[in-house]
């Protein structure tokens, strides 16, 4: 195989990589979610989120408030809610003081958007 190809591929698996790469922020949200289709028993797992009605997955139990939203989940609700979850959603059960920084609000949602 010629170094160009090798190099041309090794670019590509890269940028892949860096752009579904879950950002260090998310490891706060990780402590209580997962980000893959096995969940975890204090938060739902957030597969699928972007786009997804709020509080519509079965296999959790969620806060009436939540529940009875009417939210889908898309960039706006979810800076909302990531910037003050019980402003946004007053008697959401989430217990999480939000997060101030538009960058780091803003990597969480370009990663949430690469869950499937």
């Not at 698996?13 to 969940?39: D, I, K, L, M, Y």
Request: with cysteine; net charge positive.
């Amino acid at each position: 195989m010629r170094p160009a190809v090798v190099v041309a591929y090794l670019l590509v698996v890269f940028f892949f990589n860096q752009a579904h790469a879950q950002p260090s922020v998310f490891e706060r949200c990780a402590a209580c979610h997962s980000g893959t289709e096995a969940t975890k028993d204090v938060a739902p797992n957030l597969a699928g989120v972007f786009g997804r009605k709020a509080g519509s997955r079965e296999d959790f139990r969620y806060s009436r408030a939540l529940s009875r939203s009417g939210i889908t989940w898309d960039e706006r609700s979810l800076d909302a809610f990531l910037k003050a979850p019980d402003q946004f959603i007053a008697g959401t059960r989430m217990p999480f003081e939000g997060l101030a920084s538009e960058a780091e609000r803003a990597a969480i949602i370009q990663y949430l958007k690469t869950l499937k």
